[in-house]
Each structure stands twice: as C-alpha cells, then as structure tokens.
C-alpha cells in the first residue's frame, strides 16, 4: 500500500471511534432515561454532554497540536476514546456516566481537528479530496457499527446498554498501537524549523519537497486567526459547519430508534431501521468520496442540498399526516444526501481552506462551531417533540428551511479541487 494512504487510514481509524462514540448512544438513550429517571430536560443534557465535551475538545485542540505535533495529540485522543468507553460500560451512577460521556466527547471534538489536518497535510493535491475523506468514511463506518452492535446487544437484557458503550474499548486500544507507525505531518515540521525531518517524511510520502517562505518557528506558533486576511475561510469554515448541524444529522441520527418509535415501529423493527440508515450512509459516502475530486465540493454541496430539501419536507409531512408507511425511505434518503454532499465535503473542506500557519486553529473554529451547534440540535430535539403539540412535524420543517438557506449561502463558496495548500492560500 502506497505510504500515503496507510499513514491516511490508520490518522482516519479517530473518525471511526468519533463515529461510533456519536451514534452508539441511540441504542442506549432510551434504557438510560428510564434506568435513572430523566425527564426531557435533563434527557436532552445526558444525550449531548457527550457533545458539550466535544466542543471543549474542538476550542483547545489547536494549542497542542500546533505545540507539540499532530502524532502526540492523537495518541492522547485514543487514550481519551478507552477511558470513555470503559468509564461508560461500567457507570453506577448517572453522574459517572456524565463524566465518561464528556471525556469520549472531548476525544471527538480534538479528533474532528486534528485527524482532518494530518491527512491534508500529507496528502498530494490530486487525491486530497479523497485522502481527507477517508475520516469521514471512517467516521460513517463507525456510525454503521455503533447501529450494528446496538442491534446485536439491545435483546441481550438490562445491561445491554453497557456492552454497547463499552465494546468501543477494542478499536481504541488497536488505534493507539498503530498511531507507532506514522510520521508526524511534514508541514507540522517546516512550521517548526524542522527542515531535515520534513524532508525525510516528504520521502516516505514520495513527494517533492515543500519548503515555506517563513521558517520561524516562534512566530509561526503565534499567528493570531482572527486578522482581517484571514477573515474569508473564517467566514466559509463558521457558516458550513452551522448550516451543517441545522440539517438536523446529529438529532436523526442520535435518536433514530426513538424517531421510529414515534412513527409506530416496533421496538425491534426500532433497533433495526438505524442500520439501514448506517448502511446508507455509508455507501453514499463511499461515491461522494469517489468523486469529490473530479466534480468538486461545491457541485456535490448544492446537489445534496436539493435531495436533502425534498425527503426533510416529505419526513415532517409525514409526521403531520400520521402516514408513518415511508418514513424509513424519506429519513433514507435525506441521508444519502447528507452523506453524497455535507458529510462528504465538511472535513475536507474546513481543513484545506486555512493557511499552513493557522490551519489548527481554523479547524479548530470550524470543528468547535460545528460540534456547538451539534450539542443545541440535540439538547433541543427532544424537548421539542415531546412537549410541543406537533413537534416533530415543526422540527423536520425548520431543518427543510435552513438547507434552503445552506444552499444559498453554498452559491458563495470557492471551488478548491485540484489546488495545492498553497495555492488555495493564495486565492483566499
């Protein structure tokens, strides 16, 4: 296997433990809530502290990485991820829970930063598309197995929920061992003055040499983002990471059983739709992924946003008509294209737009805007359905109104296939 993509997939093996941590609670939400009494409020909090760790892990990841290199910080991300998943399986009480949840969120939210960043940074520009995505397949594959196992375990009996969460134990222990067998990121060493290590790794890369006009490397730790030439990826990085969440992926995916159950499936068939979803979106991932240097992110941005337009409207008239029968197709659909569009360009996106020097710390405004807006979309979701009459037909609505809004905004974005880091520096 050609280096690049070996460093690549085992950097994305985060975004698999980002995913399952993301959607493994679902299967567990429902038994948590009765296993300790929560009423909405406090239901919505246990669902997205997970999401409130995230946000934490996103606004700091910049710090580290810039400090002390891409390769440390995710090692300490797989450390995190263990903790989370041993800490959660073996929770007495909720406020254990609480703390676990919250450190398996801060391992995402520093993932969601750094993964992204380590593979632009090693990846050539032809295949930077598909070579960054490879953490959102990873991430979707986690999603899909976080829904497979819930499946697996959910008939298993009281503490079925704790094989869920803890299961994820064995993937962070085999992503820590392979993190031995990466070199730390090349440009991460030219912005150090490391020029002798960069050419090494530029080597095993079996790329040309990149040299940077600035080779400072105090400076370069101290670059502050928010400077007024700056302000353009800072303005695209914000605004695709909230219209991202406003979709409402998080929410679906998040209470997909609970979803199902309001339309009136089964409690089995409950468990088993999600996987169907997994499935989708992981296929249509797999294509965007395919194709994402040959059409562009910006074509498969403003098409998904048409697909995902049309099935949120049929979902919330769904719900308002009481015709539950195509519910699994209409919540299908939007999600293949969620993934054929914004799960496939975000992580790209957001972790090429930024100059080498500030390229932690743009990611980390745009992870740390996109997990924000995660952590209100799920707090808010089931208070929203269970305590308004109507709810999840004004829920589905308002997601259908603000892809319309993210289309609009999607007219207004720079194409970057096919331009190197540095050449999309100079055009922003």
Not at 186 to 204: D, H, M, Y
Not at 367 to 386: D, G, K, N, R, Y
Request: aromatic share 16%.
């Amino acid at each position: 296997m050609n280096n690049v993509w070996k460093y690549a997939l085992i950097a994305s093996l985060g975004g698999f433990l980002f995913g399952f941590e993301t959607a493994v609670i679902s299967g567990a939400e429902k038994t948590i809530q009765q296993l300790w009494q929560l009423d909405p409020f406090w239901h919505g909090l246990t669902v997205s502290i997970s999401l409130v760790g995230t946000i934490f892990g996103a606004i700091f990841a910049s710090k580290p990485a810039q400090k002390y290199g891409r390769k440390p910080v995710l090692k300490f991300v797989a450390v995190l991820y263990l903790l989370s998943a041993i800490g959660c399986g073996l929770s007495f009480s909720w406020e254990m829970f609480l703390v676990f949840r919250f450190l398996g969120g801060l391992a995402v939210g520093v993932s969601s930063v750094v993964g992204p960043i380590f593979i632009s940074e090693i990846a050539p520009a032809k295949n930077r598309g598909k070579l960054t995505g490879l953490f959102q397949i990873m991430i979707v594959s986690g999603i899909f197995i976080a829904y497979l196992t819930n499946y697996l375990f959910q008939s298993i009996g009281d503490d079925a929920w704790r094989y869920m969460l803890g299961i994820m134990a064995i993937p962070s222990v085999i992503f820590f061992i392979l993190l031995f067998y990466i070199p730390e990121s090349p440009r991460w060493l030219l912005l150090n003055g490391k020029r002798e290590e960069a050419k090494k790794v530029f080597g095993l890369l079996h790329e040309e040499f990149i040299d940077l006009p600035d080779e400072n490397p105090e400076h370069n730790r101290n670059v502050n983002l928010f400077q007024k030439k700056y302000l353009k990826p800072i303005i695209f990085a914000v605004l695709l990471a909230i219209f991202n969440q406003l979709t409402g992926i998080n929410a679906i995916l998040y209470y997909a059983p609970r979803i199902f159950e309001m339309a009136g499936f089964s409690n089995e068939n409950a468990f088993l739709q999600p996987i169907f979803i997994g499935g989708t979106n992981l296929m249509f991932t797999l294509i965007g992924m395919s194709i994402i240097d040959k059409v562009g992110r910006k074509k498969l941005l403003l098409s998904g946003a048409v697909g995902m337009f049309i099935f949120l409207l049929l979902t919330a008239f769904g719900f308002k008509s009481g015709n539950s029968e195509y519910l699994l197709y209409y919540i299908v659909g939007f999600i293949a294209s969620f993934a054929l569009s914004q799960g496939a360009v975000i992580w790209v996106f957001i972790s090429e737009i930024f100059p080498n020097e500030v390229r932690a710390q743009g990611s980390s405004l745009g992870s740390t805007t996109h997990w924000l807006m995660a952590a209100i979309v799920s707090w808010v979701f089931p208070i929203v359905v269970e305590t308004v009459v109507g709810g999840s037909f004004y829920i589905f609505l308002f997601y259908a109104i603000m892809v319309v809004l993210s289309f609009i905004f999607i007219l207004g974005l720079p194409e970057t296939k096919g331009k190197s880091l540095e050449e999309i520096q100079k055009d922003l």
